[in-house]
T-cell receptor, first 118, second 111 residues
Framework: GAGVSQTPSNKVTEKGKYVELRCDPI?????LYWYRQSLGQGPEFLIY????????DSGLPNDRFFAVRPEGSVSTLKIQRTERGDSAVYLC????????????????FGPGTRLTVT | RKEVEQDPGPFNVPEGATVAFNCTYS??????FFWYRQDCRKEPKLLMS???SGNEDGRFTAQLNRASQYISLLIRDSKLSDSATYLC????????????FGTGTRLTIIP
């Protein structure tokens, strides 16, 4: 079946602008995660949704970052007043959710959005 | 101290050889463990979950030592297609929660 999809694949924006990054999880997956990955580093957790609610937003670096998932499926990560330090690959992942069995928490990643702030 | 530590490599290994990666984690409450592989400019892909009893999937074997807070991955009979970065990943709880990634170990298989 279809995997996690993310749009756009690349985004170049000027410092100070607002950007939105979109994630479409695997159909039926109730849990959705945002991570970001800088060059030479592993992905770093930002926020996790279970259904429509943000269950853990402890990884958001500051209040310029916000994410929503209004219908429990597609999610949008919003970054206000972008800074050059926000440049990274933003990865979205989904997992089946609170089902019986060990595989319910295995996370599957989308291809990412490469954000460049100039 | 980083929450998940890996030797960044690079490891350059001849085709057909056996290669082992190690990883240590700092949070003794961690409950879920994984190895992901990541190809250049691609997303991480789940390679295998790591269970307390150890587990094997074809040429890949993962081991967990909770007492030493240590995870390993062994690749036997390495193939050119095994060239990638291998990420050690730890979660605190079973269930849906944030994962903490190591920086990854870069592996290149040499023909």
């Amino acid at each position: 079946g279809a995997g996690v999809s993310q749009t756009p694949s690349n985004k170049v924006t000027e410092k100070g602008k607002y950007v939105e990054l979109r994630c479409d999880p695997i159909s039926g997956h109730t849990a959705l995660y945002w991570y970001r990955q800088s060059l030479g580093q592993g992905p770093e957790f930002l926020i996790y949704f279970q259904g429509t609610g943000a269950a853990d937003d402890s990884g958001l670096p500051n209040d310029r970052f916000f994410a929503v998932r209004p219908e429990g499926s597609v999610s949008t990560l919003k970054i206000q007043r972008t800074e050059r330090g926000d440049s990274a690959v933003y990865l979205c992942a989904s997992s089946p959710g609170r089902l019986a069995g060990a595989s319910s928490y295995e996370q599957y990643f989308g291809p990412g959005t490469r954000l460049t702030v100039t | 101290r980083k929450e998940v530590e890996q030797d960044p490599g690079p490891f350059n290994v001849p085709e057909g050889a056996t290669v082992a990666f190690n990883c240590t984690y700092s949070n003794s409450a961690s409950q879920s463990f994984f190895w992901y592989r990541q190809d250049c400019r691609k997303e991480p892909k789940l390679l295998m979950s790591v269970y307390s009893s150890g587990n094997e999937d074809g040429r890949f074997t993962a081991q967990l030592n909770r007492a030493s807070q240590y995870i390993s991955l062994l690749i036997r009979d390495s193939k050119l297609s095994d060239s990638a970065t291998y990420l050690c990943v730890v979660g605190v709880n079973f269930g849906n929660e944030k994962l903490t990634f190591g920086t990854g170990t870069r592996l290149t298989i040499i023909p």
